[in-house]
T-cell receptor
Framework: AQSVTQLGSHVSVSEGALVLLRCNYS??????LFWYVQYPNQGLQLLLK??????LVKGINGFEAEFKKSETSFHLTKPSAHMSDAAEYFC????????????FGSGTRLSIRP | SAVISQKPSRDICQRGTSLTIQCQVD?????MFWYRQQPGQSLTLIAT?????????ESGFVIDKFPISRPNLTFSTLTVSNMSPEDSSIYLC???????????FGSGTQLSVL
């Protein structure tokens, strides 16, 4: 069965600094991997998705994530944080060739310091 | 893309009662999913609802507590039965749609049980 672990329930960075949110996955078959963002009092929004194509995936709002099979990781990064990036971020994994049942990580709350 | 209408958007219910949440999609989809997001936590998959067959429940969730209907390819309901305060949560409907198999979420139902 697949699972995903997000390291750090809360990350705080200064505005303009690098954002790094960590995610490690476990899957018995090649996975699909996702990052979702949830802004305060809003629903989930897909940031980006890995589907076995390019290992470096670019998403919306300047975010990107790199799939590293050897490390079973899919960390989310953004070169320069903006105040509007403050939100809850969820890493997720699905198993198999279709993005069907998706299992979510516990989430990481990103805070941005002025 | 898929547009999902979920209702009610929120409700306050008494202990011991039941609430049925509706999920309507603007296109035909094979698989629909029901998630729960408890306060301050990540999303947990409750069940997968396929048209024409019984829903598949995840560990910790049972049909007697969360009966699901899936009468056609655009509609599903989730009932939260015999509610207790522990059922207070956001319940989300989601579907996989499109050639890129993107996961779409409804706006959620905020349930408070007194």
């Amino acid at each position: 069965a697949q699972s995903v672990t997000q390291l750090g329930s809360h990350v705080s960075v200064s505005e303009g600094a690098l954002v790094l949110l960590r995610c490690n996955y476990s899957s018995s078959v090649p996975p699909y991997l996702f990052w979702y963002v949830q802004y305060p009092n809003q629903g989930l929004q897909l940031l980006l998705k890995y589907t076995s194509a390019a290992t470096l995936v670019k998403g919306i709002n300047g975010f990107e994530a790199e799939f590293k099979k050897s490390e079973t990781s899919f960390h989310l990064t953004k070169p320069s944080a903006h105040m509007s990036d403050a939100a809850e971020y969820f890493c997720a994994v699905s198993e198999g060739s279709r993005a069907s049942k998706i299992i979510f990580g516990s989430g990481t709350r990103l805070s941005i310091r002025p | 893309s898929a547009v999902i209408s979920q209702k009610p958007s929120r409700d306050i219910c008494q202990r011991g009662t039941s609430l049925t949440i509706q999920c309507q999609v603007d296109s035909q989809v094979t698989m629909m999913f029901w998630y729960r997001q408890q306060p301050g936590q990540s999303l947990t998959l409750i069940a997968t609802a396929n048209q024409g067959s019984e829903a598949t429940y995840e560990s910790g969730f049972v049909i007697d507590k969360f009966p699901i209907s899936r009468p056609n390819l655009t509609f599903s309901t989730l009932t939260v039965s015999n509610m207790s305060p522990e059922d207070s949560s956001i319940y989300l409907c989601s579907v996989v749609s499109g050639t890129n198999e993107k996961l779409f979420f409804g706006s959620g139902t905020q349930l408070s049980v007194l």
